[in-house]
């Protein structure tokens, strides 16, 4: 967060640093005034000036340029009147304030050059004022005595004023900083937890598909091993099992890449007029061993003319999900009915209803929380939890969202809402 706000910072500093100088300048212009030196006016009006310019440069959004105007003016300012006034007045110690400046002001990776050139200007000027015996100019405006008296603590108070802001700077800096890490700190804690509950549900669910591949894969091995001949219904089963099993271990493992992946990608894709119909018969196509071995079919009742506004691959990953998992509760014989229409303002909804033990009370609050398995944590049906988060999450970065439909009294059904894509594809 700091890096990322490292320029904004020094911007916003910049400006509050410029309204918090601005009376201080108006103060010598007023203090000069009043003792009568006029080229100590003069001085504190080239600083306000360049503060002025500063401000109004930075309205503009001309950012540099406005932070090396305001500080050059008050540099020109501070050396005039160093060179104006006698010693007496310290005027000189000011060069030490401004030097501070741009540590605040300027980024050493980005600005560099400037950095060191303004750093440098006022230590210049300092010497130049020391080595020249603050009488560059020849005889002074205000005496000695009203230079101590007066100048002196303006200066004090000038010099400890702008010092304490800059450190005030550099402990918000710090703050900032802490924050960030505490909030970093928390971030990883909680990425650190969802990984082990990650871990934790996914264990179980792989290793299921996992035995009964190495089981069936195994028995076919030794079989031909001993050179036995295995009866083709018995080879049909095992490796219909084998690859119902593969195609369960695959849904697992796509679906926990995309769940580590979501957070780190760009929740935004391109979209496009996605129709209905084609996206979902893809998906169908997909599960037919799965549908086959559960006894299960699929009336798929769509206008093929209906499309959406939709990133295709987001939709289908969408569908997906939702027939996994009512291919997964369906009871052996059931029928999945998958309906969509237009309902007006530019919407459309797209149902599935299955004809398994439905969705426990309650559930529309905690159904898409990660790894929630709605009571069904040590039954016989597989999953780890994600998938209709990842639905969710999907439906939302294009537009959408995804209802349960409290009024089913038998099965379960799902509604995802979309955007309705008029016109031509």
């Known amino acids: 967060m700091i890096r990322g706000n490292d320029r904004d910072l020094r911007i916003q500093f ?22 009568g030196a006029t080229l100590l006016s003069v001085a504190a009006a080239i600083a306000m000036f360049g503060l002025l310019a500063g401000l109004l440069l930075h309205y503009v959004e001309w950012h540099l340029t406005a932070r090396i105007v305001w500080l050059a003016g008050v540099n020109a300012g501070i050396a005039l009147a160093t060179f104006v006034t006698p010693p007496e007045g310290h005027i000189s110690f000011m060069f030490v304030a401004i030097a501070t400046g741009p540590f605040v002001l300027f980024s050493a990776r980005r600005s560099l050059g400037w950095l060191v050139g303004m750093v440098f200007l006022p230590v210049f000027l300092w010497y130049l004022s020391w080595a020249t015996d603050y ?31 800059v450190i005030g700077y550099f402990v918000r800096r710090a703050n900032l900083q802490a924050d960030w890490l505490l909030e970093a700190q928390r971030q990883a804690e909680r990425s650190s937890e969802a990984k082990s509950t990650l871990m934790r549900s996914v264990s179980h669910e792989m290793l299921t598909p996992l035995h009964a591949i190495s089981g069936f894969a195994e028995f076919l091995n030794s079989d031909a091993k001993a050179r036995q001949e295995i009866p083709a219904d ?25 769940f580590a992946n979501w957070t780190a990608e760009d929740a935004t894709a391109e979209t496009s007029k996605v129709p209905v119909l084609s996206c979902l018969q893809t998906v169908i196509g ?20 209906l499309r959406v506004e939709a990133n295709a691959v987001w939709l289908a990953s969408i569908f997906k999900q939702l027939l996994d998992n009512a291919i997964k509760f369906s009871n052996p014989g059931g029928v999945i009915v998958i309906e969509a229409r237009s309902v007006g303002d530019g919407r459309v909804e797209i149902m599935f209803t299955d004809t398994g033990p439905g969705f426990p009370k309650g559930a529309a609050g905690t159904a898409f929380v990660p790894f929630d398995k709605l009571g069904h944590e040590t039954g016989t049906t597989s999953g780890v939890g994600v998938g209709l988060t990842l639905a969710q999450n999907f439906a939302e970065a294009m537009g959408g969202r995804i209802e349960i439909d409290d ?9 995802v809402v979309m955007t309705e894509a008029l016109g031509e594809s």
């Not at 100019?137 to 010092?163: C, K, N, S, Y």
């Not at 080879?235 to 995309?258: H, K, P, R």
């Not at 997909?286 to 003319?305: C, I, T």
């Open 234 to 258: 018995t080879l049909e089963s095992y490796s219909g099992q084998i690859l119902s099993s593969s195609n369960a271990l695959l849904l697992i493992i796509e679906n926990i890449f995309d």
């Open 407 to 415: 009024g089913v009294t038998e099965g379960a059904r799902v509604k």
């Open 14 to 35: 910049s400006m509050i640093l410029l309204a918090y100088v601005i009376p201080f300048a108006l103060g010598w212009w007023i203090t000069a005034y009043f003792l």
């Open 286 to 305: 997909r599960f037919g061993s799965a549908l086959e071995n559960k006894d299960v079919s699929v009336s798929n009742q769509v206008d093929p003319d």
């Open 135 to 165: 009488a560059l100019l020849g005889e002074f405006e205000v005496t000695p005595e009203a230079a101590d008296r007066v100048l002196a603590p303006a200066t004090a108070l000038t010099v400890f004023a702008t010092v304490l802001f």
